[in-house]
């Protein structure tokens, strides 16, 4: 039978014409592919038509049409005795036009971006959005079997609707499966996400078996949900601590975790922001709410906060946590995003199921006593891939640079900018506080002049700004940095070792014991001066040429112990001096940077110097 559908197929006269909002049905008689011309007929079934654009019609049967007169008569004969015998049911033959109805051969699946006016889904098998697939709806989903919207490492499905989504009984449930993928990268250990549920109706129970978290802005504390009907509301946001241990029978990690109860939020959809204290232990600032993307697409901050309904509701950053499982280079932690200078990670845009935390606008002059602040979520800031189209090499990131840290094979950044419209204090719509991230993410930080920790500072042109950096473990830590911007030198002073690095032409090295508070262990200075001057500025000045090491010192020095250290912290050559103000070492070293620590009765100075012969 299949292949006596493919014969009429092959009759069909095909026409890729543009038709404004055409009625068309699947045939599924090419392939599975939904964007493929070739698998949609008119409801006649006269004509081959795109999807794009039209109404769409998804049966367990679609009907045809040929015109008999345009081929052999010998054809015609041939399947007139076909229907006669029963081979061909639901098939007539009325003015040599053959009509009939057929059982589609391919259930649709979509694994590409295409448009329509509207959908009725109805075969029993249902449509599948891949990993890969992007629909948009201008009308209405009406969905009476399933919708499928697949995840897993590769990247989510994406739905989009604009009109209204259909179901035949309302209260059903299972009628949409929207999936999201946490990556392990196969580790079984527990690991947090920031979550939301995509359909409405969601409970708890999605969870079982792993452990699910609210935030309570009014006290700072992070609460265990106990009940598995407990209610995960649209556009609330949530911290789950996903558990894949295969050997407690509770989830595989190779598995998304999957929405089902309903289906998806669509429209617009408002939420009450907070007056929070807090929490210290994140350092999460006061009035940060926890709140979450509602829909089954990714959704556009930018878009969001510039919308008129909400800038003057919430802060321009938002923040969100990164934590999937890796110990191969990837950046974990908290990261930030900010609407207003489009400066931060990634391109502000927040996928499915995907959690986040903005920063009540205390400047709005609401109260939550009164009439509270609300953000809104609209449809119109629904977007598949990337929402802002920003480019950060654009000439707006003139006195630009950002600092990088590495260790443990993990990775994290701030961003700085110098801009005369700001301050040196945080600055609501400019800056971005850093947020404690866990364990062994090296996380630094700039220190504005009101003591706030910040991952995004801007800040009127100035010689230094402070920095801080904090990390659970004891590791060697590596500061680099990227897209500098209209910056000669960048200084970096370590206050504890007393050493002066031009980040811009090489990187800094330092030991880390999570034991100190390295709040205000290092400062950046911006002066346009070399390093040589900045290090005869505080009475030392070395450098190296080939394989000497030149030591001069704007004083006399008493008891001088110089010592030399490679990379690995081996000491590789130490001379004592009674007294010290000029001194030429010749050395036997190989090329590489190596660490002179220089203590007197005087002072204690530690530099850096490259040796090339």
Known sequence: MKNTTRIFAMLLFISFSTFSQTNIQWTGINSSDMSDSENWLTMDGSLVINPIDNNLIINNESSYMVDLGEYDPILSFFIELMINFGFLPNTEIIDNILIGTTGILNSPILNSNISVNSIVVNNTAGLEISPSGKLSIDGNLTNNTIVDIKSDVSGTGSLIVKGDIILDDESSTDRFRVERWFN???????????????????????????????YKENTGEFKGVTSLNYEIKAGDGYVAKLDFNNDDGVSNMENPIVFKENKPNFGNIQIDLIEGIGNTYFDLPT?????????????????????????????????????????????????????????????????????????????????????????SFKSDFQVHGEGNTFSKKGKTLENYFELNTSSN?????????????????????????????????????????????????????????????????????????????????????????????????????????????????????????????????????????????????????????????NTNGQLVLSRSYSSLNDVQLTTDLSNGVYLVDISSNQNKFTTRVSIKH
């Open 287 to 375: 009035n940060f709410n926890l709140i979450g993307n509602p829909y089954t697409s990714n959704l556009d901050w930018v878009a969001m906060w510039n919308d008129p309904s909400n800038k003057s509701e919430a802060e321009a950053t938002m923040y969100y946590y990164v934590d999937d499982g890796s110990s191969q280079g990837d950046r974990n932690g908290w990261k930030t995003y900010n609407a207003s200078t489009h400066l931060g990670d990634g391109d502000g845009t927040i996928s499915t199921a995907q959690a986040f935390g903005v920063i009540l606008n205390q400047s709005s002059g609401k109260t939550a006593r009164v009439t509270p602040n609300q953000l």
């Open 409 to 565: 094979n993990l990775t994290d950044k701030i961003y700085f900018r110098f801009n005369e419209n700001t301050s040196d204090a945080y600055d609501t719509n400019n800056d971005a506080y850093k947020l404690s991230s866990f364990g062994k993410t090296p996380t630094p930080y700039f220190v504005s002049s009101d003591n706030k920790k910040l991952a995004i500072c801007e800040m009127p042109q100035s010689e230094s700004v402070d920095i801080g950096f904090n990390m659970d473990t004891d590791e060697e830590v590596t500061f680099t940095l990227s897209n500098v911007y209209d910056f000669d030198e960048i200084i970096l002073e370590d206050k504890v070792l007393n050493s002066f690095t031009d980040l811009i032409q090489e990187s800094y090295r330092f030991q880390h014991n999570s034991e100190n508070d390295e709040t205000g262990r290092f400062t950046l200075h911006f002066k346009k001066e070399t390093l040589s001057e900045v290090e005869e500025s505080v009475g030392m000045k070395v450098y190296s040429s080939n394989n000497e090491i030149f030591i001069k010192a704007n004083k006399t020095l008493t008891n001088v112990i110089v010592n030399i250290f």
């Open 184 to 214: 392990t990268n196969g580790e079984t250990k527990s690991h947090w996400h920031l979550v939301s549920a995509p359909t409405n109706n969601e409970h708890a129970r999605i969870f079982k078996g792993h452990f699910l978290n609210y």
